[in-house]
């Protein structure tokens, strides 16, 4: 059983990058699967969230119009797209996986508990 995250890297203020979280070993089609990030001495913070049954989404304040959180269920894969990337953006992403009641999506990263290691994504000129 696995949860993989991947696709961080360094790129420029304004620039995009997508990361993605693929499972092995179990379905992730009930779960919700979220997205979090934590800098250095910082809180992990969760940014968005996905329902594998029915692709509802939320997301954070701080990323709302500039990351895109998509499902592949046939890939046992979530992907989060992110455009518009600011320094501040800069930390150790995560993804993790939530078994949550029918209708509810929570970006509460106590809420998971299941996790990937983390990518670095890095934005600096």
């Known amino acids: 059983v696995q949860l993989q995250a991947s696709g961080g890297g360094l790129v420029q203020p304004g620039g995009s990058l997508r990361l993605s979280c693929a499972a092995s070993g179990f379905s992730l089609d009930y779960y919700t699967i979220g997205w979090f990030r934590q800098a250095p001495g910082k809180e992990r913070e969760g940014i968005s969230c996905i329902s594998m049954s029915d692709g509802r989404t939320v997301y954070a304040d701080s990323v709302k119009g500039r990351f895109t959180i998509s499902r592949d269920n046939a890939k046992n894969t979530v992907y989060l797209q992110m455009n518009k990337l600011k320094p501040e953006d800069t930390a150790v992403y995560y993804c993790?996986?939530?078994?949550?009641?029918?209708?509810?999506?929570?970006?509460?990263?106590?809420?998971?508990?299941?996790w990937g290691q983390g990518t670095q994504v890095t934005v600096s000129s």
């Open positions: 993790g996986t939530a078994l949550l009641p029918k209708g509810m999506l929570d970006l509460a990263p106590g809420r998971y508990d299941y």
